[in-house]
């Protein structure tokens, strides 16, 4: 497990790779025994996560938290070519976490993104922000512009969830759980 990562951290070297900014320095170099991996952006940052995520070939869990108050830019980021698929994307993502979803244009690309991509998915979690009326008809609009009926993993799994739950204090530093992030979205 690796996190909660942000750019806001200047550079940090794991394995052989440094990341400056979270931007890998070297794509070709991966760290294969990563499974678990949590990430923090100021909002959807798909070209910089999916940088990221060609670090971890065996990926299967991605938390992402959109967190506002993240005052750092992502620069140098990388173009996605779907002629040289992200290996985790192919084999191994199963669960897609994603903290303070609210549903807009961004956050529903992001999303998207992985809906489409992700062929082994499994669960796709959203934390919606609190402002965000969820009801019925809202997730069926999303459901919808998230074009879930073209997805490569039919029985992805969609959970919604919002309220306070969220602000969950993370123990990182706890090795013997299992997946220290799982507090950040509470199955109710």
Excluded at 82 to 104: A, Q, R, S, T, W
Excluded at 108 to 135: P, R, T
Aim: hydrophobic letters at 40%; charged letters at 25%; a negative charge.
């Amino acid at each position: 497990m690796l996190g909660l990562l942000s750019p806001c951290i200047s550079e940090i070297e794991i394995a052989n790779i440094v990341f400056q900014g979270l931007i890998p320095s070297i794509s070709e170099n991966s760290i294969s025994t990563v499974k678990v991996l949590a990430l923090k952006f100021s909002g959807p940052a798909l070209g910089a996560v999916l940088n990221i995520l060609r670090c971890f070939p065996c990926l299967e869990k991605l938390y992402v938290i959109w967190d506002e108050y993240v005052k750092a830019e992502i620069k140098n980021v990388r173009e996605y070519d779907p002629l040289d698929p992200i290996k985790c994307l192919e084999n191994h993502l199963k669960v897609l976490v994603l903290k303070n979803y609210k549903g807009g244009e961004e956050d529903v690309g992001f999303a998207k993104f992985f809906v489409l991509n992700a062929k082994v998915l499994k669960e796709i979690k959203f934390g919606v922000c609190k402002k965000i009326d969820i009801d019925k008809k809202w997730m069926t609009d999303q459901l919808m512009l998230l074009e879930v009926e073209t997805r490569p993993s039919p029985d992805t799994v969609f959970k919604y969830r919002s309220g306070s739950c969220w602000d969950t204090y993370l123990d990182t530093e706890d090795l013997s759980v299992a997946d220290p992030f799982s507090c950040c979205f509470l199955d109710g």
